[in-house]
């Protein structure tokens, strides 16, 4: 058969190179800025300008660092593949069967495959599918890559066992190069409520391996691996990224080799023994999301950012203002306390009501109930009808909270079928917050839970939304005496995938512990995200910003807690608390049936401010200032036509300096001019005292002095913010101007 020798991408600004011209798997020559259109003889050009030289003390022939690296090709880096049959079968050495090139364009049709070197441009997104065998180990493998048409490039590799007896499947990891001009990394780590803190340091030699062994995404997962040139940041410099897409064990990987390779990867963390490929079985690896941006950090989101808005499952209705239940009850259901709250949501401009944990049997506290999934008709005697009917009637959707992959040993359904439990053999693993996983790869477990959830589903008329919670690590998570993470995994997606076709139009939260499962392939069957359970809005603002790396605003939940934060104890007032929770999928969480009516007022004026601004914040371009000084935290949405933008400017502490550098508006059209001034419509007991008062920015100027000089704003207190808008006006138009303000101004502050 005849194969395409070079082969060249081109989506939006980015490009792909890979070199087919050798028996074995393919090179991938570039992966990064958009070369142009290379004329056919160019490419071979360009491939044999990057071979790698033969050195003195190494192999007689180039290392070759393919799609998959394989020892047989000189590579002594991790592997892409490892795994064993009985001991034998333990290295590859793929060779190319075929390879099909095609192109989803909406219009002008397929590519596909052809003998010339190809150089493939459209607006949809380029398709290679690269099939190999190695029959002498009985394997082959298919890779299956896609350049969509914002520049966001994903790899999976599918394995399937050709032999005649099992293969034990170790790892199976795509790899990407990256040029020797990165030089730094950055990661992110975190725990509960302070998920999503970045880590930055030199790029060494070695392997820079981050492993999540928590049987779900984790607190501490690095939402992007990122490498970089020097210095780096938000708005400046070359950088690439990967994801694995993936909400069980994962590992994401930076390497960088004294021979001169350098990769970022990604996969499924395997087990021993968990895969086992029999005979004419296939695994497939998770998705491996890879990002190239010469315009920094905002650049990679931005691709990040448009791929999601695009996909058939994005939401596509404005996102609801939510106020859940737990900070303002937490176990204590009571029908009147409840149709109060819901009376005073619906007066602040609330349009979901979701009632959280303690609604089921048993559950008056969060060491008993879990596993049973019915009504509890000692708190709920007529039922959650009442509720709901109560919730709808001020035009709000109801919500539901559940936890269904968890079951407490103080339950019925743990009493009668405790082997439906992960488990190693002979014990259970370690409680944590008194509860075990259910097992779902066991038909029987899985039937019944997704019969009782359908059940309260169908048994009530409204239930419109669920906080899909998952409480705890799974450890020693074993099925039927094998690893079960993987199956568990799975299972899951399968569970969220039927409930939803048996509800079409249910939107369902991922929520566990918070932010430990955040990741792109739980978002192809779930809505949004729940960042943190910390509602501190000071902690917020980076969990926010970092995990805003990976996912646009509008899938991220960002609620309005109380004054006093349950999890730190902080003390903020409402303006600060609600200018954080401002960019995101906003909401609350707090009793608000117990606040005063002037706080009640001040509140409804934030959520209008949201609603008014919510098209912009859900749809435009997300940027963050990179502010010399670290007490001066601003970032902003701008519209993509860049006719108007909101900026938030927080300081986090006291400064060094007594007064803090300009902070410059990015993103917005260097060639318009804006008018700037504070945002609108916010009461006066959330506006801001200054430190020196008497001025808050009201200025017309163009867009390149905004974003290269920038304004030179108040010198804020610690834990406060300003809200500035920005629209275009005619070039005509004079400056705008106002009289000098009080000590209050058009921003949020703090107390305590």
Same mark, same amino acid.
């Given at each position: 058969m005849t194969i395409p020798t070079v082969i060249h991408l081109r989506r939006a600004r980015t490009s792909l190179v890979l070199d087919a011209r050798g028996p074995g798997l393919p090179r991938v020559v570039h992966w990064g800025a958009d070369l142009g259109p290379l004329p056919a003889e160019d490419l071979p050009a360009l491939v044999d300008a990057t071979v790698p030289p033969v050195v003195p003390s190494s192999f007689d022939a180039p290392t070759v660092l393919s799609l998959l690296p394989e020892a047989s090709a000189g590579w002594s880096g991790r592997p892409g593949l490892a795994g064993h049959r009985n001991g034998r079968d333990w290295s590859t050495a793929f060779r190319l069967d075929h390879l099909d090139v095609s192109d989803d364009a909406p219009t002008g049709g397929a590519v596909g495959a052809s003998t010339e070197d190809g150089d493939h441009d459209g607006p949809g997104p380029a398709r290679v599918t690269v099939r190999a065998s190695d029959p002498g180990a009985g394997l082959s493998l298919t890779i299956e890559i896609a350049l969509d048409a914002y520049g966001l490039l994903t790899v999976r590799h599918r394995l399937r066992n050709d032999g005649d007896a099992p293969y034990e499947l170790r790892e199976l990891t795509p790899v990407l190069p990256v040029p020797a001009v990165a030089t730094e990394l950055l990661d992110l780590t975190g725990r509960w409520c302070r998920e999503r803190a970045p880590q930055r340091h030199p790029w060494p030699m070695g392997a820079w391996v981050r492993e999540g062994r928590h049987g779900r995404t984790g607190h501490d997962a690095t939402l992007l691996l990122v490498a970089g040139t020097a210095g780096f940041g938000f708005g400046h410099g070359e950088v690439w990224a990967v994801h694995t897409a993936w909400s069980g064990d994962h590992v994401t990987a930076a390497e960088r080799r004294p021979t001169g390779e350098s990769t970022l990867g990604g996969g499924e963390l395997l087990t021993p023994g968990e895969i086992v490929l029999a005979p004419g079985q296939e695994y497939a690896t998770p998705l491996l999301h890879a990002v190239h941006s010469t315009v920094g950090l905002d650049g990679l989101s931005d691709v990040l950012h448009t791929h999601l808005r695009a996909r058939p499952e994005h939401p596509r209705t404005p996102r609801p203002v939510t106020l859940n239940v737990w900070e303002a009850v937490y176990f204590d259901h009571d029908l009147d306390r409840l149709t109060s709250l819901a009376d005073r949501a619906a007066e602040v401009g609330v349009e979901r009501f979701v009632l959280d944990d303690g609604w089921f049997r048993g559950r008056r506290h969060d060491r008993a109930g879990l596993g049973d999934w019915w009504v509890d008709d000692d708190v709920w005697p007529d039922g959650l009808q009442p509720l709901i009917d109560h919730v709808r009637k001020h035009g709000m959707q109801f919500g539901l909270w559940v936890e269904p992959e968890m079951v407490n040993p103080d339950s019925d359904l743990f009493r009668a079928h405790p082997d439906w439990v992960l488990q190693a053999p002979g014990r259970l693993p370690p409680e944590w917050r008194h509860q075990q996983v259910l097992d779902l790869a066991h038909s029987e477990a899985y039937e019944?839970?997704?019969?009782?959830?359908?059940?309260?589903?169908?048994?009530?008329?409204?239930?419109?939304?669920?906080?899909?919670?998952?409480? @705890?690590?799974?450890?020693?998570?074993?099925?039927?005496?094998?690893?079960?993470?993987?199956?568990?995994?799975?299972?899951?997606?399968?569970?969220?995938?039927?409930?939803?076709?048996?509800?079409?139009?249910?939107?369902?939260?991922?929520?566990?512990?918070?932010?430990?499962?955040?990741?792109?392939?739980?978002?192809?069957?779930?809505?949004?995200?729940?960042?943190?359970?910390?509602?501190?809005?000071?902690?917020?603002?980076?969990?926010? @910003?970092?995990?805003?790396?990976?996912?646009?605003?509008?899938?991220v939940g960002t609620h309005i807690g109380p004054d006093r934060s349950h999890t730190t104890h902080?003390?903020?007032?409402?303006?600060?608390?609600?200018?954080?929770?401002?960019?995101?999928?906003?909401?609350?969480?707090?009793?608000?049936?117990?606040?005063?009516? =002037?706080?009640?007022?001040?509140?409804?004026?934030?959520?209008?401010?949201?609603?008014?601004?919510?098209?912009?914040?859900?749809?435009?371009?997300?940027?963050?200032?990179?502010?010399?000084?670290?007490?001066?935290?601003?970032?902003?949405?701008?519209?993509?036509?860049?006719?108007?933008?909101?900026?938030?400017? =927080?300081?986090?502490?006291?400064?060094?300096?007594?007064?803090?550098?300009?902070?410059?508006?990015?993103?917005?059209?260097?060639?318009?001019?804006?008018?700037?001034?504070?945002?609108?419509?916010?009461?006066?007991?959330?506006?801001?005292?200054?430190?020196?008062?008497?001025?808050?920015?009201?200025?017309?100027?163009?867009?390149?002095?905004?974003?290269?000089?920038?304004?030179?704003?108040?010198?804020?207190?610690?834990?406060?913010?300003?809200?500035?808008?920005?629209?275009?006006?005619?070039?005509?138009?004079?400056?705008?101007?106002?009289?000098?303000?009080?000590?209050?101004?058009?921003?949020? =502050?703090? @107390?305590?």
């Open positions: 019944h839970l997704l019969g009782r959830l359908d059940a309260v589903l169908t048994a009530h008329d409204g239930i419109a939304y669920l906080k899909w919670d998952h409480n @705890r690590d799974l450890a020693e998570a074993g099925h039927r005496g094998r690893p079960g993470v993987h199956a568990q995994t799975l299972a899951v997606y399968r569970l969220l995938d039927e409930l939803r076709a048996r509800h079409p139009g249910l939107e369902i939260e991922s929520c566990s512990s918070g932010g430990a499962r955040v990741d792109l392939e739980i978002l192809r069957r779930t809505d949004r995200v729940w960042a943190s359970d910390c509602n501190d809005a000071l902690e917020r603002l980076a969990i926010q @910003r970092w995990t805003g790396l990976l996912l646009p605003p509008e899938l902080r003390v903020h007032d409402l303006g600060f608390r609600a200018a954080t929770a401002l960019f995101g999928h906003t909401g609350i969480e707090w009793d608000i049936s117990a606040i005063s009516a =002037s706080e009640r007022a001040e509140l409804a004026a934030w959520v209008a401010l949201h609603k008014r601004l919510r098209p912009l914040l859900h749809a435009g371009r997300v940027v963050r200032v990179d502010h010399p000084d670290p007490a001066v935290q601003a970032h902003g949405v701008v519209a993509h036509d860049g006719s108007r933008a909101v900026y938030a400017v =927080s300081r986090l502490t006291t400064s060094v300096a007594q007064v803090p550098g300009a902070v410059r508006l990015p993103g917005l059209d260097p060639h318009r001019r804006y008018a700037v001034r504070p945002a609108a419509g916010v009461p006066e007991p959330a506006m801001l005292q200054l430190t020196e008062p008497g001025w808050l920015p009201s200025v017309t100027l163009s867009g390149a002095a905004l974003g290269t000089v920038g304004l030179q704003l108040p010198a804020l207190h610690p834990e406060q913010a300003l809200l500035l808008e920005v629209t275009t006006v005619d070039r005509e138009s004079p400056q705008l101007s106002c009289p000098p303000m009080s000590r209050t101004g058009a921003a949020a =502050s703090t @107390r305590g």
